[in-house]
């Protein structure tokens, strides 16, 4: 079996937690250590991850450390596919490890595969510390009703075509030749460079015979303030690329929620009835939430500890959506 040289590139910032659990992964998993490029772009952490990283580069000649004062991730992206030496290029989270052989398993089937242009594993959510509120964000975030129609997050039994992977392997020039990632999309940018992927004529896979892992925020107010930072760059990224096949339906359901509970409200002002819109949609949605709640609750958390869950990942980034919609006027775009 032939083996080629390989980059890897991981974004980071303050990930003191998190980075040596993401690089030792690599190195472990089996694929041959001379052949692996790691390359950490730090956007000039504050906490101890660049004494981890330095530790490291002593121990391990293959990890490489770029400064990035922008401190912005596509920005941090881009500057390692410019400094990747190799022919493929595995997209990485600080916040992320890998199960063994990850690494070959994608490089087999993107090889094998007609037409892939890009594959990547199901993602597993993971918690640092097992608590009931950790474990109620980890079940959610692997829920349907959590995340909708995110394949990647709630997995497949067959290889499937995706609209994109969380941590995948691709060929370094094909990224290079569609212009790298979109710098002025601060989130999305994932997303809306694997549209422009598929854009070329080929498409992304999932790949069901391995997997990658991501530990999730693990209190309800870091899970909060992530999902409305993530759903605020929804409606800012389809008005800087000019284009709503930059996102998929998904993204902007919990922003359809929240309109539901707020117009009919203001309506009511004029016409009261409206109100009953109102509640019929927080009614169906409650009937949800709890159905669901109950559904998955386990020794490790409770209906509680769920509901909050929900209702914090939904409000957070419908909320964030709405924001970003007010935003719009104040962005310039691409």
């Given at each position: 079996m032939e083996h080629l040289k390989i980059s890897v590139v991981i974004p980071c910032l303050n990930e003191e937690k998190h980075i040596e659990t993401c690089i030792r992964s690599i190195l472990n998993n089996g694929y041959p250590k001379e052949l692996l490029e790691i390359i950490v772009i730090?956007?000039?952490?504050?906490?101890?991850?660049?004494?981890?990283l330095k530790k490291m580069q002593s121990e391990f000649g293959q990890i490489e450390v770029l400064v990035n004062s922008k401190k912005i991730t596509p920005v941090s992206l881009n500057m390692g596919l410019k400094h990747a030496t190799s022919p493929y290029v595995l997209i990485a989270s600080a916040h992320s490890s890998f199960d063994p052989n990850y690494i070959q398993v994608l490089k087999d089937a993107l090889e094998n595969t007609k037409n892939a242009i890009g594959v990547g594993g199901p993602m597993k959510t993971l918690v640092k510390n097992e608590t009931a509120t950790s474990c109620a964000i980890q079940e959610i975030l692997q829920h349907r009703f959590g995340v909708g129609n995110s394949t990647f997050r709630t997995g497949s039994s067959d290889k499937v075509a995706v609209d994109t992977v969380p941590f995948g392997l691709y060929k370094t020039q094909s990224l290079?030749?569609?212009?790298?990632?979109?710098?002025?999309?601060?989130?999305?940018?994932?997303?809306?460079?694997?549209?422009r992927l598929s854009e070329k004529g080929g498409q992304i896979y999932l790949i069901p015979e391995t997997s990658c892992n991501y530990f999730a925020r693990e209190s309800y107010a870091q899970l909060a303030s992530n999902n409305y930072n993530n759903g605020k760059w929804n409606l800012l990224t389809v008005f800087i690329t000019r284009r709503f096949s930059s996102l998929s339906l998904r993204h902007f359901i919990p922003m359809l929620f929240v309109l539901s509970l707020i117009i009919p409200s203001f309506l009511s002002l004029l016409f009261f009835p409206f109100l009953y819109l109102t509640v019929v949609s927080l009614i169906m949605y409650?009937?949800?939430i709890i159905y669901f709640s109950f559904s998955i609750k386990s020794k490790k958390t409770s209906f509680l500890y769920l509901l909050v869950g929900f209702i914090s990942l939904h409000l957070s980034y419908g909320i964030g959506s709405l924001v970003g919609l007010f935003n719009i006027p104040f962005i310039k775009r691409s």
């Open positions: 730090d956007g000039i952490s504050t906490d101890k991850t660049l004494p981890i290079l030749d569609v212009g790298g990632y979109n710098e002025k999309l601060v989130r999305n940018h994932d997303m809306e460079l694997s549209k409650l009937l949800g």
